[in-house]
């Protein structure tokens, strides 16, 4: 009777231990490769690698594409864009959440319009230009001025 008893019991951990497992692989899979890098990310969700400027120190890409990324420090830079400088401005930290063509939610990154520092919501590739939707506006960049990441000043 022990025996008949015991057996369910077995089988119960067993499929828990199967849906443990599972569950702990697909969100491995949701999760960046080890050995790619934030730009790779970048790049696999069909965004130029120059939306982060170079010495990445590390980053951390979760379930539902929350990206997450640290920089050494502050980090500004200029891109000049038919002639005209645009300066942005990255903090230690930024963050947003990625999908294809897309982030959002983007927190820790500002642009200077004007003589105002407004800080980015969103980014959308549409066709081959990057529409930056700031605080009170839209910006449109080619995505040819973001190919290649910046040196902070």
Known sequence: MAKQQLLPA???VAC????????????ANLTADSTATVYDVLQQNNLPRGLLPLGVRSYAL??????????????NFGVT?????????????V?????????SRVS???????????AFNKVD?????????????????????????PRCN
């Open 10 to 12: 077995v089988v119960l």
């Open 16 to 27: 828990l231990l199967l849906i443990v497992s599972t569950t702990a692989t697909a969100s």
């Open 62 to 75: 979760h379930a539902g594409g929350a990206l997450q990324v640290t920089l050494p420090g502050e980090c």
């Open 81 to 93: 864009i038919a002639g005209k400088q645009y300066k942005f401005r990255y903090q230690r930290s």
């Open 95 to 103: 963050s947003g959440v990625i999908q294809r063509g897309s982030i």
């Open 108 to 118: 820790g990154v500002s642009v200077q319009v004007a003589f105002a520092w407004l």
């Open 125 to 149: 590739l549409v066709g081959d230009q990057l529409k930056i939707q700031l605080e009170r506006s839209t910006q449109s960049f080619p995505v040819k001025a973001f190919s290649q990441s």
